[in-house]
């Protein structure tokens, strides 16, 4: 944009308010998770449902992103303004962030590894003088929950956390927030639903879904919360066709210390089952889907034709996230995660599992473009719930179904441009 501006259209670029800005976010990951292949359960790598890394003791380019947009102007109150967004992302990371019917192709039906999606591609348009302002975004966006975010430089660590990565991702709609006054905000959308395209009718996952979200903001802008029901419909199984409804709060304590944490609880209903019995996700493989039936899902992670709840019918997950930062310099902070994701009835992770997760990390700033993330993290599974006929009482997720727990130390770098 320096460029632009001192060149011979500058005051254009200027006066126009439209930016081009982008990353290059690349990592590297050694795991005790060692073994090549997929999993015969997930067809995922062995790190999975680790995220977004999931093939162990490798350098992956995570996302190269390009954005180009203009924000409306929400500081005044005499015109209505309008703005756009255009993101284009290449790398790895395009696997948790595909929409079916949107080049999905090269997930759904390649299961690649690396890729391309658009996870943002709205217009804008800002109303003063209702309420406090309401801005009207039409298109596809991230999904309105949530204290992390699928674009690298938003995040406050390297890896994601399983509370993130299987929940929805990305809605197309109609999205209206209205701010009342100081402290208060409501948000209203209607969607085509959770990851898929208004145009992919042949799947009961593309069916109008609502969001109604609301979020509170203390005087002294030390306590928020935000939250609501991000997603709601007929619950009908569908491509990732899940109910969400979640809860955020955040606490300054001081200039030096916060915390933030995130809960959800989700569901679909009416879920065909595995057929290694109906509390197995091991041995028998699941049953090829007929043509009428949805693709089964696992939270944005690599779909696959045939892949369901380890438990037929009502299929549940909840999980609880907390986030504490402790600022160690101008440019550096030390954050410490801990979690815990109970996938019910196996329907996000092909393992109907309790998981717990725990890690420490730094961010580092060495100049304003470079951002450095190294940490440590621990994964662990507890057991399957299991059914009268089949109680299964272990569950070996991780290293391509061979391990209950999993330790990772991770590092990625972010260059901004």
């Not at 005790?32 to 162990?56: H, I, W």
């Not at 890729?115 to 309105?144: C, E, K, V």
């Amino acid at each position: 944009m320096e460029v632009l501006y001192a060149g011979p259209y500058g005051q254009f670029w200027s006066d126009s308010r439209i930016k081009f800005y982008g990353w290059e976010d690349f990592s590297g990951d050694i795991s005790t998770s060692t073994k090549g292949g997929l999993n015969p359960v997930t067809a995922q790598a062995a790190n999975f449902p680790e995220v977004y890394d999931q093939r162990p003791n490798r350098l992956e380019q995570n996302q190269f992103v390009l954005y180009a947009e203009r924000t409306p102007d929400e500081n005044q109150t005499d015109h209505i303004d309008w703005g756009f967004r255009l993101s284009q992302v290449y790398g790895l990371d395009y696997r948790y962030m595909i929409s079916r019917g949107w080049g999905s192709d090269q997930l759904l039906q390649r299961n690649s590894f690396y890729g391309t999606d658009n996870p943002m591609m709205y217009f804008n348009l800002y109303i003063p003088n209702i309420a406090q302002g309401l801005n009207l975004t039409l298109g596809r966006i991230i999904s309105m929950a949530d204290i992390e975010a699928q674009l690298a430089p938003n995040n406050l660590m390297s890896s994601h956390s399983l509370l993130y990565g299987f929940d929805p991702y990305c809605q197309w709609g109609l999205f209206a927030t209205l701010k009342l006054n100081n402290n208060w905000t409501v948000q209203g959308g209607i969607s085509a639903g959770n990851d898929v395209t208004p145009w992919e009718l042949n799947d009961p996952g593309t069916q109008p879904t609502g969001s109604v979200m609301v979020q509170y903001q203390s005087d002294n802008n030390k306590f928020g919360f935000y939250g609501g029901a991000n997603a709601f419909n007929n619950a009908q199984w569908g491509f990732n066709n899940i109910q969400q409804y979640v809860g955020t709060f955040t606490y300054k304590f001081n200039d030096k210390i916060w915390t933030s944490h995130e809960s959800w609880f989700m569901y679909q209903e009416n879920c065909p089952g595995q057929t290694g019995g109906p509390g197995s996700s091991f041995g028998n493989p699941v049953p090829v889907r007929a043509p009428d039936e949805p693709l089964g899902q696992l939270g944005g992670l690599g779909y696959t034709d045939a892949q369901y709840p380890v438990h037929p019918g009502y299929a549940a997950e909840w999980a609880t996230l907390n986030y504490t930062m402790f600022r160690l310099g101008p440019s550096t902070f030390f954050t410490i995660r801990n979690e815990v994701f109970d996938d019910i009835d196996g329907n996000r992770t092909g393992y109907a599992c309790l998981y717990s997760e725990h890690s420490i990390g730094i961010t580092w700033w060495p100049s304003k473009l470079i951002t450095v993330r190294p940490e440590l993290r621990l994964d662990e599974a507890y057991g399957t719930h299991g059914t009268k006929n089949d109680p299964v009482d272990e569950a070996k997720p991780f290293d391509n179904g061979t391990r209950r727990t999993q330790l990772t130390a991770q590092m990625d770098v972010i260059f901004h441009f």
